[in-house]
């Protein structure tokens, strides 16, 4: 550390960057003193908002890296296929790193960056930000207590929400596995790995079954057009471009996210052109994904309990909801509230926590986002990892349940993830 206010490097100045550098501004305990990211708008704005130096600002990160050290710590926020070789040369450079999930879209991949934050002694912090939240810690809690006795299933769904499916998993940036990850890598990892943080464990053994189901040209209404621009149908149709992004306009919120992923014009004119020369404005049943739409997640455990996962894009975007099910109790859950049966008693309770309605990015993933940047920074400046609740080898072993869940998926078979560590140096435990 080089004082009280820890330093930082960005390296992909887009919505997740911009957002965590913007709370490391606001909090105070950090300052922003470096960014690499390709696009020239998006870099000047960066460097002009935190005032960066000009030697300091890099198109390339590989420039930045090349560079003696110039921060304490550098957020990894760039495309998903992107993350391994900024974060190994940076981890090799000294710097602790915060990375966004996920981790990398392969396992050996994921180990490259694990292996590397431990053999040079770095910090490593995986933006898992559901463990961050007040809900999240309110339902630990609760459990820890005993409250509901032993957990004997975990039934939990993720409602991606029909126009955030179509705008970042149809015609956005995660639409296509070649290109970033599969759907449950890519959305879902989240929560897989918050189900292993509340059960306490990993499963043994992993089933799932999902498909394209209807984002397909097959799908597509009698007349519609390649663009929503010129379709006859728009009118009618949920996933309509037209009516999804001019409705952002005029909140601030919906400004930020998701239009400035499709236009940093944020005018009726801006918004048309947009839809009109980029992807947004394509017709979600031409659109060119083949990232799943529907997917389920079945898990045992080596005691023999067992939890199961939905995702679905067709539903509102919310907070996932979630039933545990114990030997003295239940509680269910919405993200934000914990309604509890206990059943020696025969009561019910709910527990409301401060954790934000909003469950999107816009909004920070209901604190999550904060909390977790919060939790880092004070790690770096303290030197006490503790405070991290979402660490390189944790991090690295629930991804393995998602890899398993994907090759359960593909195969038609039952999986069984082994129960050894993930493979890092023996040296490093």
Request: glycine share 8%; net charge negative; proline share 4%.
């Amino acid at each position: 550390m080089r004082g009280s206010e820890v330093q930082l490097a960005v390296i992909g100045a887009g919505l997740r960057g911009t957002g965590y550098a913007r709370r490391a501004r606001t909090t105070g305990r950090a300052r922003v003193v470096a960014v690499a990211e390709p696009d020239e708008e998006r870099r000047t704005r960066f460097a002009a908002e935190h005032g960066i130096p000009g030697e300091n600002v890099f198109a390339d990160w590989r420039e930045l890296l090349d560079r003696d050290r110039l921060a304490d710590a550098a957020i990894i926020s760039t495309q998903d296929r992107m993350h391994v070789g900024p974060a190994v040369l940076a981890a090799e450079r000294g710097y602790h790193l915060l990375l966004e999930k996920p981790m990398a879209p392969t396992e050996a991949e994921a180990v490259l960056i694990a292996e590397a934050a431990e053999r040079h002694g770095v910090l490593l912090a995986v933006c898992h930000v559901m463990r961050y939240t007040r809900y999240t810690e309110a339902l630990k809690e609760l459990l820890a207590k005993g409250t509901i006795g032993e957990i004997m299933n975990i039934q939990h769904l993720e409602q991606v929400g029909w126009w955030h499916q179509a705008h970042s998993f149809v015609r956005g940036n995660w639409s296509n596995e070649a290109e970033s990850a599969s759907m449950l890598l890519a959305k879902a990892c989240h929560d897989l790995d918050w189900m292993v943080h509340v059960k306490g464990a990993l499963p043994e053994r992993i089933s799932s079954f999902g498909n394209l189901v209807h984002f397909r040209p097959e799908k597509r209404p009698e007349g519609a057009a390649a663009n929503c621009l010129d379709c006859p149908v728009e009118a009618g149709c949920p996933y309509s471009a037209k009516r999804i992004y001019l409705d952002c306009l005029g909140d601030p919120v919906k400004e930020w996210w998701p239009l400035s992923a499709v236009t940093d014009d944020h005018t009726e004119r801006g918004v048309l052109t947009a839809l009109r020369d980029g992807p947004y404005g394509r017709c979600v049943y031409g659109a060119g994904n083949d990232v799943v739409d529907s997917q389920v997640v079945d898990m045992e455990f080596a005691d023999g309990t067992t939890a199961s996962f939905t995702m679905t894009a067709f539903a509102a975007l919310e907070h996932r909801k979630t039933r545990i099910f114990g030997t003295h109790g239940s509680v269910e859950g919405d993200g934000v509230r914990l309604h509890v049966h206990d059943f020696v008693t025969d009561s019910h309770t709910t527990i409301v926590t401060d954790t934000g309605t909003d469950a999107s990015a816009a909004e920070g993933h209901g604190g999550g986002d904060e909390a977790l940047l919060d939790a880092f920074v004070e790690a770096v400046r303290s030197g006490d990892p503790g405070s991290i609740r979402s660490t390189g080898r944790e991090s690295l072993a629930t991804h393995r349940v998602v890899w398993a869940a994907e090759t359960a998926r593909r195969t038609h078979t039952v999986t069984t993830l082994s129960s050894q560590a993930p493979s890092l140096p023996e040296k490093t435990r």
